[in-house]
């Protein structure tokens, strides 16, 4: 069930998170949660790709917003594990866009998978698993 729609996160995001909020778009908020983040000079690596800890961000990001439009404003969930595979270079000059699902939402601890595309590419260029921790409730 949905607590917190894409308006909600927005807003999560511009208040705890305000030094990379205007980086992320989220673009969907359902089974799968839908987040676009605008490349710029910044996240490129010699050779002109996104570099591997821009495109982590997305996806802790992603799963991130996945477990709180499921919960709530829990600001102090926490990545616990995350295992990411970099598939092929994203295109230069493209938008990377992530798709996350939650595979488990527990009391304790949340598990998701996000792949990540370059906007209008047709295969994912990267593809990760992570593990939220989830505060108790006080």
Same mark, same amino acid.
């Given at each position: 069930m949905i607590v917190m729609d894409a308006p909600a996160l927005r807003a999560f995001l511009a208040a705890e998170f305000p030094q990379v909020a205007s980086e992320f778009a989220i673009e969907e908020v359902g089974e799968e949660l839908v987040v676009r983040l605008h490349v710029s000079d910044r996240?490129? *690596? =010699?050779? #002109?790709? $996104?570099?591997? =800890?821009?495109?982590f961000a997305l996806a802790d $990001?992603?799963?991130?917003?996945? $477990?709180l439009a499921r919960l709530?404003? $829990?600001a102090l969930a926490v990545t616990t594990n995350c295992s990411i595979d970099f598939l092929r270079k994203p295109e230069a000059g493209r938008d990377l866009i992530? *798709?996350? *699902?939650?595979?488990?939402? #527990? *009391?304790q601890l949340a598990? #998701?998978?996000v792949l990540i595309w370059s906007e209008g590419g047709s295969d994912p260029v990267a593809r990760a698993g992570l593990t939220y921790a989830i505060p108790p409730k006080r």
């Open positions: 996240h490129l *690596r =010699p050779g #002109g790709t $996104v570099s591997g =800890p821009t495109m $990001v992603a799963i991130y917003l996945a $477990v709530g404003p $829990v992530a *798709r996350a *699902r939650l595979l488990k939402l #527990g *009391r598990v #998701g998978d």
